[in-house]
């Protein structure tokens, strides 16, 4: 990690990590019962973004700076972007290696669009063949992944996949879409990172339907 203070909170990589948790399969249902079952924050995949009524940003600096800008932003400041409150996790790693690296390989070409609809496109599908595509780096366990779908300036708002991931077998456990509204900030990468952090702020406020929803199946 980059910032070496945020191991103050989170420095449980694998001592707190079950042993039983690397051979057998995963449910949505245990971990949303169990607060205190231990996961790793995998960080912002922004490589199916789109962005749209951009016509000022440059894709290629956007791919190769801005997306893990944002991603070091939110790490940094995680008491204003607390992905780990809206998971309601004691137990929190983060690891950012594998997304960083594959943000890098966004393709600049594709990421700009004049449709409104490129922040609704995705569904669970496209979201499992992402996450079967994921390099895990040899963490096992429950995962944690961000998946930002599209970024409006026209509309204001992003959209944002919230995922729980089983690491062992590359499995989607669950995702919900969630949206965020655009809030204040100065130049890209605090601009979009506001509208993340609505999207966060909303995934916390529907936690408990997520829950409910997993644990009545």
Known sequence: ???????????????????????????????????????????IDFTLARLVGDNESVSSVITTTQFNGINDLIVKEFK????????????????????????????????????????????DNDISQLVQNFNYGGHKGYGVLLIVEGMSKSAKIATVWFTLIDMNSKKLLFTAREQGKLGS?????????????NAIKNARDD???????????
């Open 207 to 217: 936690y408990d339907k997520w829950q409910t929803g997993v644990v009545s199946k």
């Open 80 to 123: 204003k972007y607390d992905v780990q409150e809206a998971y309601r996790r004691i137990n929190w790693t983060v690891d950012l290696k594998e997304v960083e690296a594959k943000n890098l390989k966004a393709d600049p070409d594709s990421l700009k669009s004049t449709n409104e609809n490129s922040l609704y496109r995705l569904n």
């Open 185 to 197: 900030g100065f130049g890209f990468r605090n601009y979009w990172a506001s509208a993340i952090k």
């Open 1 to 43: 990690m980059k910032n070496k203070y945020m191991l103050l909170r989170w420095s449980f990589l694998f001592l707190l990590t079950p042993s039983f948790m690397q051979g057998q399969n995963l449910s949505a249902k245990v971990f949303f019962n169990t607060d205190s079952i231990p996961c790793t924050y995998l960080g």
